[in-house]
């Protein structure tokens, strides 16, 4: 082999080497994006099935026997509140704040709603909220809805607010 | 600048620009689904329609207060603890439009909204049947 001979093939070598380079970090550059966008679709997919399941939720939370009226799509506010003292759990509360709200009859406390509160002659603008699940967290994903109430101690109705802070 | 260099230079390009189409139509092809949120302004609507039916405002039925403001044309009452008792049920930004007709003529109207999710519901008193409607856009 003459001495022009080995520097064109070290010449050869050295693009060869040059492109593979080039090549390979193309590679890790593609992998690294690759992963990028399925950790986040990942989490994406994650964050709408607890949209999902919340939304679920947001439907037949008024239908569970242990809280629903007898005939009507309502929460029975009674019902509600041995409920809450039962310290009753389903799966699907999990990872979830549920809280309902009275909105009409408007509220003149900003109380949590408690078995002595509700007989109380007061009820139920004496306080708020009926609790039914709490969780801890940060920056909770909130979806409400708008809910029917009943009030089996004057036979009336009112308004709440189902919020589902999801986390 | 050789053949072969300029042949690399090409390729190189090419696949570069591969991988840009390709992360492009990576980020842009997932399709963000409307489902779930049509489905809970849905049950929200219902909901919400199913509620109003049902109290009592200043002691009065809601289809007491509906025939009220059909044969007296009396809607004070629903003119002035309607909006109240909405934007509290509803998020504050949400818009809406309240309908109550009788034979298809609407009589009694709430708030302003286009178009979005509906739901009907009937109601009947002394003989009347009226159509109550509520729209959340």
């Given at each position: 082999?003459?001495?022009?001979?080995?520097?064109?093939?070290?010449?050869?070598?050295?693009?060869?080497?040059?492109?593979?380079?080039?090549?390979?970090?193309?590679?890790?550059?593609?992998?690294?994006?690759?992963?990028?966008?399925?950790?986040?679709?990942?989490?994406k997919?994650?964050?709408?099935?607890?949209?999902?399941?919340?939304?679920?939720?947001?439907?037949?939370?008024?239908?569970?026997?242990d809280?629903?009226?007898?005939?009507?799509?309502?929460?029975?506010?009674?019902?509600?509140?041995?409920?809450?003292?039962?310290?009753?759990?389903?799966?699907?509360?999990?990872?979830?704040?549920?809280?309902?709200?009275?909105?009409?009859?408007?509220?003149?406390?900003?109380?949590?709603?408690?078995?002595?509160?509700?007989?109380?002659?007061?009820?139920?603008?004496?306080?708020?909220?009926?609790?039914?699940?709490?969780?801890?967290?940060?920056?909770?994903k909130i979806?409400?809805?708008?809910?029917?109430?009943?009030?089996?101690?004057?036979?009336?109705?009112?308004?709440?607010?189902?919020?589902?802070?999801?986390? | 600048m050789?053949?072969?260099?300029?042949?690399?230079?090409?390729?190189?390009?090419?696949?570069?620009?591969?991988?840009?189409?390709?992360?492009?139509?990576?980020?842009?092809?997932?399709?963000?689904s409307?489902?779930?949120?049509?489905?809970?302004?849905?049950?929200?609507?219902?909901?919400?329609?199913?509620?109003?039916?049902?109290?009592?405002?200043?002691?009065?039925?809601?289809?007491?207060?509906?025939?009220?403001?059909?044969?007296?044309?009396?809607?004070?009452?629903?003119?002035?603890?309607?909006?109240?008792?909405?934007?509290?049920s509803?998020?504050?930004?949400?818009?809406?439009?309240?309908?109550?007709?009788?034979?298809?003529?609407a009589?009694?109207?709430?708030?302003?909204?286009?178009?979005?999710?509906?739901?009907?519901?009937?109601?009947?008193?002394?003989?009347?049947?009226?159509?109550?409607?509520?729209?959340?856009?």
């Amino acid at each position: 082999m003459t001495a022009h001979q080995s520097t064109k093939a070290q010449l050869e070598m050295n693009e060869t080497i040059i492109v593979l380079f080039i090549v390979f970090i193309i590679l890790i550059i593609s992998i690294f994006f690759y992963y990028q966008y399925s950790i986040s679709n990942v989490k994406k997919t994650g964050e709408e099935t607890l949209t999902t399941s919340s939304s679920v939720l947001l439907s037949s939370i008024g239908s569970l026997p242990d809280i629903s009226c007898n005939k009507e799509n309502c929460i029975d506010t009674i019902k509600l509140l041995a409920f809450i003292n039962q310290n009753k759990d389903y799966p699907i509360f999990d990872k979830k704040t549920i809280t309902i709200e009275q909105v009409y009859p408007q509220p003149k406390l900003d109380k949590i709603c408690t078995p002595i509160l509700y007989n109380d002659v007061n009820f139920p603008t004496n306080c708020k909220k009926f609790i039914l699940h709490k969780n801890q967290g940060s920056n909770p994903k909130i979806i409400s809805t708008p809910i029917s109430l009943y009030y089996p101690q004057n036979k009336q109705y009112g308004i709440g607010k189902l919020i589902i802070e999801v986390y | 600048m050789k053949k072969a260099q300029t042949e690399i230079l090409g390729v190189v390009i090419i696949i570069a620009l591969l991988l840009v189409f390709g992360i492009f139509y990576l980020k842009f092809s997932s399709n963000t689904s409307t489902l779930i949120p049509e489905m809970r302004t849905n049950i929200q609507t219902n909901n919400l329609l199913q509620a109003l039916l049902k109290i009592n405002i200043n002691n009065e039925p809601f289809d007491s207060l509906i025939y009220k403001c059909y044969s007296k044309k009396d809607c004070s009452t629903l003119n002035k603890e309607l909006p109240k008792i909405i934007s509290l049920s509803l998020n504050n930004e949400t818009q809406y439009k309240f309908t109550i007709s009788e034979n298809n003529k609407a009589f009694f109207t709430l708030g302003s909204c286009s178009s979005g999710i509906t739901a009907n519901y009937p109601i009947s008193k002394n003989g009347l049947i009226f159509d109550t409607n509520m729209l959340i856009c």
